[in-house]
């Protein structure tokens, strides 16, 4: 696994699932990792699936019409499993086949796609959970090594003519907008890669949290690669 000593303060890995939904983030920490080395073919998996468009959705279904080697039969019972004990627990997971996220040029000194580090914000208390079974992993960023963009003078400036408003109602249009979740990387700093087979739970910004959101994004894509990716 990739090291995580730049984020040893952040990161707390756990050997089971019970665990990882159980234990509460605290002071420095938000991000909690199952650590585990997955059995099974997932390449295999993958090269099964026709993906006509960027990223497809997988149903259960799906899976278990595959027809598999015993190496992706065990790959596909974990895939199972892990939709299984995330429904269980309340969750609403996903698994995506992803060829490549939709790229923003809304606005060019400001992308707010995927690719960019970002929280993920809720008015509720949740959690987002995420595993990369194959393909790039996703990153996250320490938040000491990160600085939210709206708060960057010259891009400020130029959203603040975006927005061409009163004063008073510049922080909601930011909001209204997700500038606001965005950040960018300090110089120097150390991303931590997510690697494979790792189920994560990362903190979310909600009304109730006790800690930092986690600063995260998409990976870029490896060349003919596609991605398999559980997230909630």
């Keep these: 696994m990739t090291d995580l000593s730049y984020a040893e303060n952040q990161i707390n890995c756990v050997t089971n699932f019970q665990d990882l939904v159980s234990t509460p983030f605290h002071g420095e920490v938000n991000a909690l990792c199952w650590t585990r080395k997955l059995i099974g073919d997932f390449s295999e998996i993958v090269a099964a699936l026709e993906l006509n468009e960027n990223m497809a959705v997988l149903d259960q279904e799906q899976l278990r019409e595959l027809q598999l080697s015993e190496e992706g039969q065990l790959a596909r019972e974990i895939l199972l499993n892990d939709l299984k004990v995330l429904k269980a627990h309340g969750a609403s997971p996903i698994l995506n086949l992803i060829k490549c996220y939709d790229r923003d040029d809304s606005y060019p000194f400001f992308p707010t796609d995927v690719y960019s580090y970002h929280v993920d914000r809720s008015p509720v208390p949740t959690d987002t959970f995420l595993c990369t079974y ?11 090594q990160g600085e939210q963009k709206v708060l960057v003078p010259e891009i400020r400036e130029e959203l603040k003519k975006l927005y061409g408003g009163a004063d008073e109602g510049f922080e909601s249009f930011l909001s209204e907008y997700f500038f606001d979740l965005h950040y960018r990387a300090k110089p120097k700093a150390h991303p931590i890669n997510l690697g494979l087979g790792h189920l994560w739970r990362i903190a979310v910004d909600h009304p109730e949290s006790k800690v930092l959101p986690c600063l995260h994004r998409a990976p870029n894509e490896k060349a003919g690669e596609n991605r398999l990716l559980l997230i909630c």
Excluded: D, M, V
Excluded at 134 to 144: F, T
């Design 134 to 144: 194959h393909g790039a992993s996703s990153e996250i960023l320490p938040n000491s």
